[in-house]
């Protein structure tokens, strides 16, 4: 159900940005959290992953792939991480630069499908990379938050 | 069995990664795609409508915004070219007025009227080659407002009769009473001489009298007021409120002495005397 709801979320803003604006990747910033916060259900994350990446194909992109493949990998890497780190390890620090490298691959996928090339590339990133702070930081916030939860 | 699960949830992802390939491989045929395409960009027009309508409604809010902008300039743009034709309308109407006023005998224009001397003097644009000499009336309306005290070529500076030094011979006309109004320096001007006795009341009117060669009789200086001021004796000062517009002096009427008063700028006898 969360899923789709953010799923809708950033469909709904890419809409109102009527796609002059690079929206920022709710729906990925959602897996990402959810497979490093919960370890289980990690089907259910790839799964989520794949059909939203392809219906995102589907809506925006004409042909299924691109997102789907992304989108999949990208929670392959970070599980794949996040599970190799012993739990001592697992900071916030380390959650945040996880949660913002997970977020690289695919901003850099929308704006080269956007169509930019040269040295727009580089600055759209960076513009498209100050959308996501924020996102970042607040996912931060909230892991920092169930830390301290569960060691009280 | 932690170790089966994780197994369990790499298979997954791998069958997850080599569909989505076997998806982008299968990209190129457009076709085999577009009934899907179609039926998800259907199904999300409606849940999408809601987003479409804002995005339209900020569009025109955007295009509004725009277009009062575009108005607001245009706007003053125009009140800026209004003004400036304004501007150059009244300059062209008070260069006519300045000429009308040139071409016309008798009548002069205020030059200059320096703050330090507002109330006794003033300058007014015509002088010894226009007939103008010490000593000639200067009148605005109709009604007396000073006199020439010295005379240039081409200009002269006129006493105003609200100056401390300015010594009017006038006559009352209801009572015949003759006295002389003098300036306070304040642009107050105050009837001298006059006895107590003689009753004189608000709003008798006050005339130049025939008692200096040099000014004509009969022109109105003003109209007593109800204010007065004991004196010596059994005199009284009555205030008088000059009937010409001391603070509105723009034009000046004059009238070249006829009788008695030199040409050369010398007062006569008479005038001395005043």
Known sequence: ?152 | MRNDLHTREWIHGFIAVILSLLLLAAAPQRQVFRRAVDVVGTVLSYPESPAVALERGLKRLSLWFTNQKTLQDRLASLESENTRLRLLHSMNSASAVVAELERKTGYARVTLREPLSWWSEVRMNRGSQNGVSVGTSVLQNGALVGRVRSVGERSSWVELISSTSSLIPVVIEETRDLGVVAGDGDGGLWLLYVPESRGLAEGMTVSTAMVSEALPPGIPVGKIAAETQDTAGSYRAWRVLPQGTLSQLYTLEYLPVTVGATRNGTPSPMEKKL
Not at chain 1, 6 to 25: C, M, N, S, T
Not at chain 1, 97 to 117: D, F, K, N, T
């Open chain 1, 1 to 152: 159900m969360i899923y789709g709801i953010v799923w809708y979320v950033q469909d709904f803003l890419w809409v109102l940005g009527a796609g002059k604006i690079l929206i920022p990747e709710i729906f990925l910033i959602l897996l990402v959290v959810l497979s490093m916060w919960k370890q289980e259900k990690g089907e259910e994350r790839y799964w989520a992953a794949f059909i939203g990446g392809v219906l995102w194909d589907l809506r925006w992109l004409g042909f299924p792939g691109p997102t789907a493949l992304i989108y999949v990998l990208t929670i392959m890497a970070v599980r794949w991480i996040w599970l190799m780190v012993p739990v001592s390890g697992r900071t916030v620090l380390l959650f945040g630069a996880i949660l913002w490298c997970a977020l690289l691959p695919v901003s850099l996928l929308r704006i080269l499908l956007w169509g930019l090339r040269g040295g727009t590339v580089f600055m759209t990133y960076l513009l498209q990379q100050s959308y996501n702070l924020p996102i970042v930081l607040f996912a931060c916030a909230l892991y920092a938050w169930k830390l301290k939860n569960s060691n009280a």
